[in-house]
């Protein structure tokens, strides 16, 4: 399984940014709804952080406190994609965004995902 991510890029504090994650790859008959989507950020001396996951079951959403009403993450079965629809963006969320999928349920760690994309940098900057 190969996770491709884009999106990222230099932004203005206000701005929005909508990151997207293309899966390929699938085996067993396994498809892109059998997956958790999760995405993690990194920043410049910081350790991997838990942003949002979507639940491979019913498509649930779950973020973490620091993103809540400003990030909202999606998927769209049929074009195996998943996305970060990232609004009002602040300095503080410069960082390295992680695409990631896992068979398995959502977590917060990055030990529950065996697949990892190869991040793409966001920069909010005035």
């Known amino acids: 399984v190969q996770l491709q991510a884009s999106g990222g890029g230099l932004v203005q504090p206000g701005d929005s940014l909508r990151l997207s994650c293309v899966v390929s790859g699938f085996t067993n008959g396994f498809g892109f709804e059998y997956y958790a989507m999760a995405w993690f950020r990194q920043a410049p001396g910081k350790e991997r952080e838990w942003i949002s996951c979507i639940s491979r079951r019913d498509g649930s959403t779950y973020k973490s406190d620091s993103v809540k009403g400003r990030f909202t993450a999606s998927r769209d079965i049929a074009k195996n994609t998943a996305y970060l629809q990232m609004n009002s963006l602040k300095s503080e969320d410069t960082a390295v965004y992680f695409c990631?999928?896992?068979?398995?349920?959502?977590?917060?760690?990055?030990?529950?995902?065996?697949?990892w994309g190869q991040g793409t940098q966001v920069t909010v900057s005035s």
């Open positions: 990631a999928a896992a068979r398995g349920l959502c977590s917060r760690s990055t030990e529950g995902y065996r697949y």
